[in-house]
Nanobody, 123 residues
């Protein structure tokens, strides 16, 4: 199983970005994908999660600004981020738990990680 993130970049405060996480390879029919982020000097933290195939989701503490969604046909998960703040600056990773479709909120439960995509919020 491979995960490929895209969509990161440099954005001004208050701006928006949409991150994508595309999954390829063999998976079970029931699994969960999560977005996590890691800022310099900090631990990797949960951002949002979505489960396959029922598409239930948890937008986490940033649910007022961040929206998670998925396309089952494309096997791609999206993270729409609005009203970005400098403190959102981090490397954003998607990860998958192939053993469970329960919400994926803990980095230790991730079986596969993507390579990460840098998000920088700065004027």
């Amino acid at each position: 199983l491979q995960l490929v993130e895209s969509g990161g970049g440099l954005v001004q405060p208050g701006g928006s970005l949409t991150l994508s996480c595309a999954a390829s390879g063999s998976t079970s029919d029931y699994y969960a994908i999560g977005w996590f982020r890691q800022a310099p000097g900090k631990e990797r933290e949960f951002v949002a999660t979505i489960s396959w195939p029922n598409m239930s989701f948890d937008g986490g503490s940033e649910s007022g600004r961040f929206t998670i969604s998925g396309d089952k046909v494309k096997r791609t998960m999206y993270l729409q981020m609005n009203s970005l703040k400098p403190e959102d600056t981090a490397i954003y990773y998607c990860g998958v738990d192939v053993h469970s479709s329960l919400p994926l909120r803990v980095p230790g439960a991730v079986d596969y990680w993507g390579q990460g995509t840098q998000v920088t919020v700065s004027s």
